[in-house]
């Protein structure tokens, strides 16, 4: 559907990008972000995690909360969605959290995850705080960079209009041309490519599902359009 903000590195560089934690996560983004190895990049995760996991100061349960999205992430692109989702669970959104809009970055996980995990109806109300979020924060609305505009618009046309295919293949086309990541531009075409073959164009089909093949490496959705591919054929 569209990519995780686990890592949505871009968006924790929007609301986060003066925040110390930002970079001690940064440092090792490109393992997921470029090199496409999420079992590599939820190891290190871990042992970051780990080594904070008894720290309580705010500065450490901020750091703790930015880490879980890594999680989320790694987990995301192994599609092991429920683990994700626990993981997501265990956030505690307080005071200190919604300053740093990272409630922003929670609600559209959340909102993604239970929508790939069939739970439309609760999808649906965390979709609706996401947008509470957005109307009531004005320097967030203001400065919604382009891409993110565009995810978030992605995920109401999967919630409210998921038969719309035209109108998703024109945003994913649209988010494809901002891509800045190796993972969201191979995850990005995955989409793309279901969304052609469900409109019967097998051979562009087949072209997105062979490029993710060859350059998605260890994603999970590799897997699959290698057997989307056979089917194909």
Known sequence: MVVYIGLLSIIMSVVSSKITWFYLIKKYLNILDKQLDPKKFLEITNIEFKSIEKRISKRDLIY?????LNYIAGYSCLNEKEKALEV?????????????????????????LLLTLNKKEEANEMYEKLLEI????????????????????????????????????????????????KRFIISTK??????????????????????????????YIVKKAKQKLLELE
């Open 134 to 181: 957005i109307e009531k924060n004005k320097r967030v609305k203001q400065k919604l960079p382009k891409e993110i505009a565009i995810y978030i618009e992605i995920l109401k046309y999967w919630i409210y209009d998921e038969n719309n295919t035209e109108k998703l293949l024109e945003l994913y086309e649209k988010l494809l041309s901002t891509g800045k990541t």
């Open 64 to 68: 703790k909360n930015f880490l879980k």
């Open 190 to 219: 995955f989409y793309l490519a279901e969304l052609k073959e469900k409109q019967g164009k097998v051979e562009e089909a087949k072209k997105y599902y062979k490029e993710v093949v060859e350059n998605g490496n260890k994603l």
């Open 88 to 112: 997501l669970n265990t956030i505690d959104i307080n005071e200190s959290v919604k300053k740093s809009n990272f409630e922003l970055i929670y609600c559209y996980n959340k909102s993604l």
